[in-house]
């Protein structure tokens, strides 16, 4: 199963469009795991996180992708550790994986004209796990299951 780590920032339905992602923080991304990975233990000893937006930024390889980049507080920086030493202790392979722990830039990305503006409050209450390719289908997103924090 090819999953990732989210938290919406906007209400999202259940399943959703490759191309119609709700905005969101991605915690970790893409990632192969035999089965939904357990994590409400750690999920429990981190409160629901407040920040901002601080600044815009254009990510990707072609820096086309615009986001609304985020505060990088500790208790960001403390859950995204979190959630991959979880995954790492669970088998997933958190160490070939790219934007992680020092290279981790909490930000939101715009989805067409829907976009953060600096100085946006923004509130991180949960973290979703999100199916990549629910029934084998790429162009498709599913939300597997949400946790709160605390």
Known sequence: MRCCLVAFVEPAPEEFGRDAWPLHV??????????????GHVLTAHAAIGTEVVGEAWFGARHD????????TEAIDALHRGLLAVLADQGVDVLGMRHVRDEFRPHVSAQGERVLAVGAPVHLEDVA???MRPDGDPSRRRVLRTWPLG
Not at 26 to 39: K, M
Not at 65 to 72: D, Q, T
């Open 26 to 39: 991605t915690w970790v991304p893409p990632f192969d795991v035999p089965a939904e990975p357990d994590l």
């Open 65 to 72: 992708v615009r986001v609304a980049e985020l505060a990088r």
């Open 129 to 131: 796990l999100v199916d």
